[in-house]
């Protein structure tokens, strides 16, 4: 079982972590301190080892070095009974949704709680009375609930990342992790979804660490940027008073190509290589009122 933190200690501690895959060096002596509540963006190119980074916090990676605490835990250590235990209390969102399509919106919320279920499961009929009263719950919270009886492969985009939402809060986590939540989603249901997120932690006092690629978002979304090049971090700092100039800059000083620079200004300055950079924008304008009622 994962150890009590102090409020004074960090809920995410990695110190010095090197993963290599083959002659791939994925994360490079990578440090990082995540408080209680707070909400980090890990920003990047693709193949920068955000994903690899996030995977670290729930036990699915183990670095060739360093050490990773979580919740007072130190998880390369874990196995069986405890690993899981751990990450009963640490939800995770996915890129690619997850869910399984030809069950029902509800009984894909329901897997969220698999942990805690003891025995066969035959559709509905295998989960408490209380834990489908909870899924109903999450549901309602996402906007989801007249939705609950549907195959979740009907659903929109949008609507199956808000499922994949509620099923890690059916998880009743302490830490939350997106992987590039909103990446195969279009401007106007990402920020729809960004920003139920947001709420949601702020509501219930969560730790989110999540990855994105777009500096706009990053900016008006998260508290703070931790930036990854190549696997090293070349930006930790609070989003307050950055602008996306500040962080092109940054990642232009540490940038040993021209084309290597031309991938950064495409991939982080833009949602899609070619659109108007309209995201920003919106953004903005839905997440500011709530991150000035966190700070």
């Not at 990855?211 to 990053?218: F, K, P």
Request: hydrophobic share 40%; proline share 3%; glycine share 12%.
């Amino acid at each position: 079982m994962a150890g009590s933190v102090p409020a004074a200690e960090p809920v995410i501690d990695v110190r010095g972590i090197t993963k290599n895959f083959g002659e791939t060096t994925a994360l490079k002596h990578v440090s990082l301190t995540v408080a209680r509540g707070e909400i980090v963006v890990l920003l990047g190119l693709s193949g920068s080892g955000k994903s690899t980074l996030l995977r670290h916090l729930d036990g699915l990676d183990r670095p060739d070095s360093g050490t990773v605490t979580v919740l007072g835990t130190a998880v390369s250590s874990l196995r069986g009974r405890p690993l899981r235990a751990l990450r009963g209390q640490v939800g995770f969102v996915f890129q690619q949704f997850e869910l399984v399509g030809s069950l029902t919106v509800l009984e894909n919320v329901l897997t969220g709680a698999l942990f805690r279920v003891r025995g066969p499961r035959l559709g509905l009929w295998g989960y408490r009375r209380d834990l489908k009263q909870a899924a109903r719950g999450h549901l309602d919270r996402v906007g989801l609930l007249a939705q609950a009886y549907q195959r979740a492969d009907t659903l929109s985009g949008g609507q199956q990342q808000r499922v994949g939402i509620a099923r890690a809060l059916m998880q009743n986590p302490r830490i939350l992790l997106a992987d590039e939540p909103v990446a195969s989603l279009d401007p106007e249901s990402s920020a729809q979804v960004m920003a139920l997120i947001r709420e949601i932690a702020i509501d219930s006092g969560l730790t989110v660490v999540c990855s994105l690629h777009q500096v706009d978002l990053a900016l008006s979304w998260g508290d703070r940027i931790v930036g990854l090049r190549h696997g090293e971090v070349v930006l930790d700092t609070a989003t307050q008073g950055l602008s996306k100039q500040n962080v092109m800059e940054i990642y232009g000083r540490v940038t040993t190509s021209t084309g290597e620079l031309d991938a950064i200004e495409t991939e982080l300055g833009t949602v899609e290589p070619g659109e108007p950079d309209e995201q920003g924008e919106l953004d903005l304008a839905t997440f500011s009122s709530a991150r000035d009622n966190r700070r």
